[in-house]
């Protein structure tokens, strides 16, 4: 079987190199026949790429949509698989982070997507109030949907590049999730910025298993340039995102 993901009633397909238009739709059906929880079936033309992480999908078989409806966490999420990034990998991750936050916390969610991280923050925690910032509109309007169909009071959606978003938000944060994609920047100089004392920050990076001594240098230089004095207290893998690359999360705390 051709390499493959499944995003809710979605699976997407990477089909070997030269192979025929009807072998792909024999295999579809295939997929379809064996997995009746699926619907559509894609082929991968293309990794996610750029920095809203969108790519490119063909329709082979099924129902002819190109927009999941994924089931997590007792949430469910609807977005379009080209224009909205979605890792249902990461379901676990999001748990974890969701069952640590604490009563009556305000919590920042950069980076956020279709609204993933709020919502599931919002259902399995008391927090007070979730902001959920996301650059691409499309994923916006998602998260707006989600919003409604999860029925969750506190999520709050913000539109617009972290950079000039995040310093005009009103708030000080409890807690800050920095669920960022593949990027050089860092942008925890944004995040030290809405941080007060006490402040947990979940920052993710991509990293080989011999760079950790640089990903906590890097953590470290960025607090002090802030005026931050941080504690690192964990580092973990949370998944990997090719050969001997993985995504990690490093949990800091804000001291002053």
């Known amino acids: ?3 493959y993901d499944i995003v809710g009633n979605v699976a997407i397909i990477k089909f070997p ?10 295999i579809a059906k295939r997929f379809l026949a064996s997995y009746k929880h699926i619907t559509t079936i894609l082929e991968k033309s293309e990794k996610f790429k750029g920095r809203l992480r969108t790519q490119k999908t063909k329709y082979i078989a099924g129902v002819k949509t190109k927009e999941a409806l994924h089931k997590e966490n007792g949430c469910e999420f609807r977005f379009n ?9 990461l379901s676990n991750e999001r748990k974890e982070i969701a069952k640590v936050v604490k ?3 305000r919590v920042l969610v950069m980076f956020g997507g279709v609204g993933v991280y709020a919502i599931v923050i919002s259902k399995l925690s008391k927090a007070e109030k979730i ?8 994923c916006n309007k998602y998260a ?3 919003v409604k169909r999860n029925k969750v009071k506190n999520v709050g959606i913000v539109q617009g590049d972290v950079r000039r978003v995040v310093p005009a938000l009103n708030d000080k944060f409890d ?8 990027l050089e920047e860092s942008f925890l100089s944004v995040a030290f910025g809405k941080a007060k004392k006490g402040t947990i920050i979940h920052y993710y990076g991509f990293y080989s298993e011999d760079e950790m001594g640089f990903m906590r240098d890097m953590i470290s230089d960025e607090a002090e340039l802030t005026g931050k004095k941080i504690k690192i207290l964990k580092i973990k893998k949370a998944g990997d995102i090719g050969v001997r690359a993985f995504r990690y999360r490093a949990d800091v705390k804000v001291l002053s």
């Open 1 to 3: 079987m051709a390499p």
């Open 17 to 26: 190199r030269g192979i025929k238009s009807k072998a792909k739709k024999a």
């Open 81 to 89: 698989v080209d224009s909205c990034y979605f890792s249902p990998r």
């Open 103 to 105: 009563r009556g916390e």
């Open 131 to 138: 902001i959920s910032v996301e650059i691409s509109k499309a």
């Open 144 to 146: 707006e949907v989600n």
């Open 175 to 182: 807690r800050i999730i920095m669920a960022r994609p593949n």
